[in-house]
Each structure stands twice: as C-alpha cells, then as structure tokens.
C-alpha cells in the first residue's frame, strides 16, 4: 500500500484544516488506517484511527472532540478533520496503515507498516 498525505498548512488558532491521505495499491477497505503526528524533537504520536469500513473512528485524548476521522473507500481516501486547533497542535502529520489491529499496539507507530510521507500543519498562537 502506498499513502500520500496532503492538505498541511498554516492556521491560526482555533481555526479548522482538513487533511487527506489517498492509498493505492491494494484493496484498502481491508486495511485499517490511522492518523499519528511528530512535534519537532517528541516522539511520534497516536492521533486517531479508523475501522475498515468506516463504521467507528477512535482518538487520542488530547484530540477527542476537536478532530474527526472519517474515511471513503470508494475513493480509496481518509480525512482528518481538524477542528478547535492550538498551538500543540503543530506537528508533522502522518497517515499509516496495516491489515492488522490490535487493542493493545494500535497507539504504537510500529505496529503499522504502511506510512505516508507526512504533511506540516502550523497552529500559530
């Protein structure tokens, strides 16, 4: 599967951005995908996730709430909708997907083994 992450940008807070992840390659629907950002200098971070069909979207608590995953099979594309940004918000975002989930490695980047090239959102204060 390869992933193609797009829509970064800069943002003031409390303002919105959507990103896309478009896959190829594979029969994604059969694929969970996931959304993970890199603030500069921290480690890689568990956003949110979605499930193969689209049918249930699970977040990291510090983004509950405010961002909304959604997926599009037909079209072979995840969003991430971002809504209430802060400034911690700013980070590198990745999409990444696997055939695999698992409750308890889901929150880790290497349980993933498809990854986007990433997208820099900006929240400035």
């Known amino acids: 599967v390869q992933l193609q992450a797009s829509g970064g940008g800069l943002v003031q807070a409390g303002g919105s951005l959507t990103l896309s992840c478009v896959a190829s390659?594979?029969?994604?629907?059969?694929?969970?995908m996931v959304w993970f950002r890199q603030a500069p200098g921290k480690e890689r971070e568990f956003v949110g996730g979605?499930?193969?069909?689209?049918?249930?979207?699970y977040y990291a608590d510090s983004v509950e709430g405010r961002f909304t995953i959604s997926r599009d099979n037909a079209k072979n594309t995840m969003y991430l909708q971002m809504n209430s940004l802060k400034p911690e918000d700013t980070a590198v975002y990745y999409c990444a997907s696997d055939r695999h989930y698992s409750t308890n490695t889901y929150w880790r980047p290497a349980a993933y083994d498809y990854w986007g090239q990433g997208t820099l959102v900006t929240v400035s204060s």
């Open positions: 390659g594979r029969t994604v629907s059969t694929y969970v």
């Open positions: 979605i499930t193969r069909s689209g049918g249930s979207a």
